[in-house]
């Protein structure tokens, strides 16, 4: 059988192909020699399945895409607390090679706008590293987030090098304002060899997928970024990923994305998918015309908008039977603090004198650690009122209940 999901891609892609509208970054003159008719979608899951159409091999300089990644790579070396006390996570609404900075404290904005990413760049790897050492520390980390050994474009680094006169300005006023030590030409060129790694769409889809997966690779099955790491990261997407067009491509599209001159879009949309789209024409804001029809049309299709939550909780309690001196309470799916308080509830509201309370989790995919350290407290409270608590837990979704005390309920194997 064929993968409907393949279908729907290649549909997707001879829908989209027709769009020629947009122009070729110019500004550095190695990206305007780029193939204007180059297309290619790729979609990995968390589970490690890729689906692509078009030209998936073919490589493209990662640009502002690096800027999430180079963030997560600081802030694993780093931090949280070191990093946000030099960037911050504030839109700007202004472009993204504007010098824009917090009042007070002159931090760069947020890490995807240029200023902040310069300053980012100056704190990869160990303090006082060299322009080298910074290099191949990026590359190493964007290497282990695709699975692959990835390399840096030599000609369009040295193009941009040239052109670069924005980014040195920048560069020179962070130092001068105290934002960082470091020699601010080196650190530009590093930024820039930075952007100027080579990636083609299946990679951007498979670093996606790893943030999506909680910073754990789906194929390795390496843990390149904690999971706190991770979500930092999507929050700066969702609020400054896409230039000046963030808030409405949220509202429209409601995936974490991240988009770069050379025409890519990288969509992470968590626990689900990465998503890499390349296509070299941009819209007036610089981000991809079909790539950012591509997105529209797949979160409708699909749902993917992110703040189509479903609604947890309402369904977590499957059945409840009450019995002389018995109550079983069947519990079901996956269970979050909104499903774990609707089981409290539940349990204040059965009145009954002591006896035996069996939960029956056999039909639970997984309890969140919130919803766990809720469940233990209601379980605790029941075996403290004086009734007898059993569990029946075949797959372990509740391992080591221990209610305090070395209180554990009594495991009951049959339903
Ligand atoms: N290397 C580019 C610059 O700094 C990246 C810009 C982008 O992709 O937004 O100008």
Same mark, same amino acid.
């Given at each position: 059988?064929?993968?409907?999901?393949?279908?729907?891609?290649?549909?997707?892609?001879?829908?989209?192909?027709?769009?020629?509208?947009?122009?070729?970054?110019?500004?550095?003159?190695?990206?305007?020699?780029?193939?204007?008719?180059?297309?290619?979608?790729?979609?990995?899951?968390?589970?490690?399945?890729?689906?692509?159409?078009?030209?998936?091999? &073919?490589?493209?300089?990662?640009?502002?895409?690096?800027?999430?990644?180079?963030?997560?790579?600081?802030?694993?070396?780093?931090?949280?607390?070191?990093?946000?006390?030099?960037?911050?996570?504030?839109?700007?609404?202004?472009?993204?090679?504007?010098?824009?900075?917090?009042?007070?404290?002159?931090?760069?904005?947020?890490?995807?706008?240029?200023?902040?990413?310069?300053?980012?760049?100056?704190?990869?790897?160990?303090?006082?590293?060299?322009?080298?050492? &910074?290099?191949?520390?990026?590359?190493?980390?964007?290497?282990?987030?695709?699975?692959?050994?990835?390399?840096?474009?030599?000609?369009?680094?040295?193009?941009?090098?040239?052109?670069?006169?924005?980014?040195?300005?920048?560069?020179?006023?962070?130092?001068?304002?105290?934002?960082?030590?470091?020699?601010?030409?080196?650190?530009?060129?590093?930024?820039?060899?930075?952007?100027?790694?080579?990636?083609?769409?299946?990679?951007?889809?498979?670093?996606?997928?790893?943030?999506?997966?909680?910073?754990?690779?789906?194929?390795?099955?390496?843990?390149?970024?904690? &999971?706190?790491?991770?979500?930092?990261?999507?929050?700066?997407?969702?609020?400054?990923?896409?230039?000046?067009?963030?808030?409405?491509?949220?509202?429209?599209?409601?995936?974490?994305?991240?988009?770069?001159?050379?025409?890519?879009?990288?969509?992470?949309?968590?626990?689900?998918?990465?998503?890499?789209?390349?296509?070299?024409?941009?819209?007036?804001?610089?981000?991809?015309?079909?790539?950012?029809?591509?997105?529209?049309?797949?979160?409708?299709?699909?749902?993917?908008?992110?703040?189509?939550?479903?609604?947890?909780?309402?369904?977590?309690?499957?059945?409840?039977?009450?019995?002389?001196?018995?109550?079983?309470? &069947?519990?079901?799916?996956?269970?979050?603090?909104?499903?774990?308080?609707?089981?409290?509830?539940?349990?204040?509201?059965?009145?009954?004198?002591?006896?035996?309370?069996?939960?029956?989790?056999?039909?639970?995919?997984?309890?969140?650690?919130?919803?766990?350290?809720?469940?233990?407290?209601?379980?605790?409270?029941?075996?403290?009122?004086?009734?007898?608590?059993?569990?029946?837990?075949?797959?372990?979704?509740?391992?080591?209940?221990?209610?305090?005390?070395?209180?554990?309920?009594?495991?009951?194997?049959?339903?």
């Amino acid at each position: 059988m064929e993968s409907p999901v393949r279908k729907y891609l290649h549909q997707l892609f001879n829908d989209t192909t027709a769009m020629d509208g947009g122009d070729l970054a110019d500004y550095i003159p190695e990206l305007a020699k780029a193939d204007p008719e180059v297309f290619s979608i790729a979609l990995t899951t968390i589970d490690g399945r890729t689906y692509s159409v078009g030209d998936d091999e &073919r490589e493209f300089t990662i640009q502002s895409i690096s800027k999430p990644f180079a963030y997560a790579s600081a802030l694993t070396d780093r931090g949280l607390e070191a990093i946000s006390a030099k960037v911050g996570v504030e839109p700007t609404g202004e472009a993204f090679n504007e010098l824009s900075l917090e009042k007070g404290t002159n931090r760069p904005k947020n890490p995807m706008i240029n200023a902040g990413a310069i300053t980012i760049h100056s704190m990869l790897a160990e303090p006082d590293s060299s322009l080298e050492d &910074r290099a191949n520390h990026t590359v190493e980390f964007f290497s282990r987030l695709a699975g692959r050994k990835l390399e840096m474009d030599e000609s369009v680094f040295r193009s941009e090098l040239e052109t670069a006169d924005r980014n040195f300005a920048l560069a020179h006023m962070l130092r001068n304002l105290g934002v960082f030590e470091e020699h601010a030409h080196q650190v530009v060129a590093g930024y820039v060899a930075q952007c100027a790694i080579k990636v083609n769409v299946r990679d951007l889809a498979v670093m996606g997928a790893t943030l999506a997966n909680r910073g754990m690779h789906p194929f390795t099955g390496e843990r390149v970024a904690s &999971r706190d790491v991770a979500r930092q990261v999507l929050a700066v997407m969702v609020s400054a990923g896409m230039y000046d067009a963030s808030g409405t491509w949220f509202s429209d599209v409601g995936i974490p994305a991240k988009s770069g001159v050379s025409g890519g879009i990288l969509g992470v949309l968590p626990g689900q998918v990465g998503i890499g789209v390349f296509s070299p024409r941009l819209d007036p804001k610089g981000n991809s015309v079909r790539g950012v029809n591509v997105f529209n049309k797949l979160s409708q299709d699909m749902g993917l908008h992110l703040l189509n939550a479903g609604i947890f909780g309402s369904n977590t309690i499957r059945s409840v039977s009450e019995g002389d001196d018995e109550t079983v309470m &069947r519990l079901q799916g996956v269970i979050q603090f909104s499903g774990a308080e609707a089981i409290l509830h539940r349990m204040a509201s059965l009145e009954c004198d002591p006896g035996t309370m069996v939960f029956d989790l056999t039909k639970v995919t997984r309890l969140d650690a919130m919803a766990r350290r809720m469940f233990l407290e209601g379980l605790r409270r029941l075996t403290a009122d004086g009734h007898r608590v059993e569990l029946i837990d075949p797959d372990e979704v509740l391992p080591d209940p221990d209610l305090g005390g070395s209180t554990y309920p009594i495991r009951r194997e049959t339903p």
